[in-house]
């Protein structure tokens, strides 16, 4: 595993924010969500999120999340994804998302 530095981490912007929508994805290669999310004074971005095997849509609407919003828009599909939500990979290779442990404001830095 290569090593980074303080200075690598710091810009990684990592913020909280709030599933508004998720709808299913019909154009995605991989049984995928796109994720509305309200990150505070960021704004509202959208993202592609392949968590389809563990959640259902109307269980995500108000779930706070963790993403990294800095990355550039990425094309997926017919869909422009601005931030990349996080999650862990679990048994069967399904995706648990990560979230805070209390709810806290959108927007919150990760760090």
């Given at each position: 595993?290569?090593?980074?530095?303080?200075?690598?981490?710091?810009?990684?912007?990592?913020?909280?924010?709030?599933?508004?929508?998720?709808?299913?994805?019909?154009?995605?290669?991989?049984?995928?969500y796109?994720?509305?999310?309200?990150?505070?004074?960021?704004?509202?971005?959208?993202?592609?999120a392949?968590?389809?095997?563990?959640?259902?849509?109307?269980?995500?609407?108000?779930?706070?999340?963790?993403?990294?919003?800095?990355?550039?828009?990425?094309?997926?599909?017919?869909?422009?994804?601005?931030?990349?939500?996080?999650?862990?990979?679990?048994?069967?290779?399904?995706?648990?998302?990560?979230?805070?442990?209390?709810?806290?404001?959108?927007?919150?830095?990760?760090?």
């Amino acid at each position: 595993m290569d090593t980074i530095t303080w200075k690598d981490f710091e810009k990684v912007d990592i913020r909280v924010g709030t599933i508004l929508t998720a709808d299913i994805f019909k154009e995605a290669r991989n049984p995928a969500y796109k994720l509305t999310i309200d990150f505070g004074d960021l704004g509202v971005r959208k993202s592609s999120a392949q968590i389809a095997e563990l959640y259902q849509p109307e269980d995500l609407i108000n779930q706070q999340i963790i993403a990294v919003v800095n990355f550039p828009p990425k094309q997926i599909a017919n869909l422009m994804s601005e931030c990349l939500v996080m999650g862990v990979y679990g048994n069967e290779k399904d995706v648990i998302l990560l979230n805070p442990e209390r709810k806290v404001a959108n927007g919150s830095k990760i760090g």
